[in-house]
C-alpha cells in the first residue's frame, strides 16, 4: 500500500485518517490504515489542522458550539466582565452553558461589591488564513475521493497514480502553490436546526460533497456549521464554482438534487 499524499510505502503505518478533524465532531469519516502514511497524517495534524482550528474564529464556535477535542474537552475562549476584567470561560460537554469562570481578584471584589458583573463572550473572530484553508480543503478533498473508492479494486492505487492529482495533494502536503483560491459563503446560519427521520432537531455540523460540473471540473464542496468552503480539484482556479452557481440559481450543491437536504433532513423552521 502506498500514501495517497507523498506515494511511499505506508504498509506498516499505524495511524487511521480523519478526514474532518475530530475536534470538529468527526467520528465516522474515516481512512482506515495506511491509506495515508503515519509521517503525513502527523504532518497534517500539526501544520494544517492545527492552525486552522486554532485560528479565533475556529475556536468562538467550538466554544460556543460546544464541540469537544480527542479528550473530551470544549476549548476555552478569553472574553470580558463588564465594566473590562480579562476573563476565561470554560464548558463542559454535560453542561448547557459555561461550566467555569476564571477571573482576576480585582474583578470578584468588583462583583461583590457592584452586585455581579456582565460577562462578555466574543462570537466570531479571525478566520484561518486563506493559506490555510486552501490547504485544509486540499487534504480533505484528497482523502474523500479516496473515502468513494476504498471498496474498489485498485481503487487507491488510482488515487495515488492520477498525475491530474499531484497539484492538489502537492499543495494540501507541502503548501508550494502560494495562491490556491477557494470560494467561501454562508448558506445557512450556523445555529440553524434540522428535523431528521426520527423528528427530533439536530444541527448540521459538517457535510461534504464532490461536484462534478457539465464542463468537466470536479470541486470539493465542504460546509461546517453552515459555512459553504470549495476547492477545485483540478487547478488554483475557482470561475468554473461561480459559473455553477449562476446556472444553479446560487443552491448549494450539498443541498439540491440528491443531496436535498441531506435526503433526511428538513429545516426546523420550514
Not at 475556529?58 to 465594566?83: D, E, T, V, Y
Not at 470536479?218 to 456549521?225: C, K, N, P, S, T
Request: with cysteine.
Amino acid at each position: 500500500m502506498r500514501c495517497i499524499f507523498c506515494k511511499n510505502d505506508s504498509s506498516k503505518s499505524r495511524s487511521v485518517e480523519h478526514i474532518i478533524p475530530e475536534s470538529l465532531g468527526n467520528t465516522t469519516s474515516i481512512l482506515p490504515k495506511g491509506v495515508v502514511c503515519d509521517a503525513c497524517n502527523n504532518y497534517f495534524a500539526r501544520k494544517v489542522e492545527k492552525p486552522f482550528l486554532e485560528a479565533p474564529a475556529l475556536m468562538s464556535l467550538r466554544f460556543h458550539q460546544a464541540i469537544p477535542n480527542k479528550r473530551s474537552l470544549i476549548p476555552p475562549i478569553s472574553g470580558m466582565l463588564s465594566p473590562g476584567f480579562p476573563v476565561t470561560a470554560y464548558r463542559y460537554t454535560k453542561r448547557p452553558f459555561v461550566g467555569m469562570i476564571d477571573v482576576p481578584s480585582d474583578a470578584v471584589e468588583h462583583i461583590f461589591q457592584n452586585d455581579g458583573g456582565r460577562l462578555i463572550l466574543p462570537i466570531g473572530g479571525q478566520p484561518p488564513s486563506d493559506k490555510i484553508i486552501s490547504r485544509f480543503l486540499a487534504k480533505a478533498a484528497v482523502e474523500t475521493m479516496a473515502q468513494r473508492l476504498l471498496d474498489t479494486s485498485g481503487g487507491i492505487d488510482y488515487i495515488v497514480d492520477r498525475p491530474e492529482l499531484d497539484p492538489i495533494r502537492d499543495h494540501a502536503r507541502r503548501g508550494n502553490i502560494p495562491d490556491w483560491p477557494h470560494h467561501s459563503r454562508r448558506i445557512y446560519d450556523m445555529n440553524e436546526t434540522w428535523i431528521d427521520e426520527f423528528g427530533s432537531e439536530v444541527q448540521m455540523v459538517h457535510e461534504s460533497d464532490i461536484l462534478q460540473t457539465a464542463w468537466g471540473e470536479y470541486f470539493f464542496v465542504l460546509a461546517i456549521f453552515g459555512l459553504e468552503l470549495v476547492i477545485n480539484y483540478g487547478g488554483s482556479e475557482i470561475e468554473g464554482y461561480r459559473r455553477w452557481l449562476l446556472e444553479n440559481n446560487g443552491d448549494s450543491p450539498l443541498h439540491i438534487g440528491k443531496n436535498k437536504v441531506n435526503s433526511r433532513l428538513r429545516r426546523a423552521t420550514s
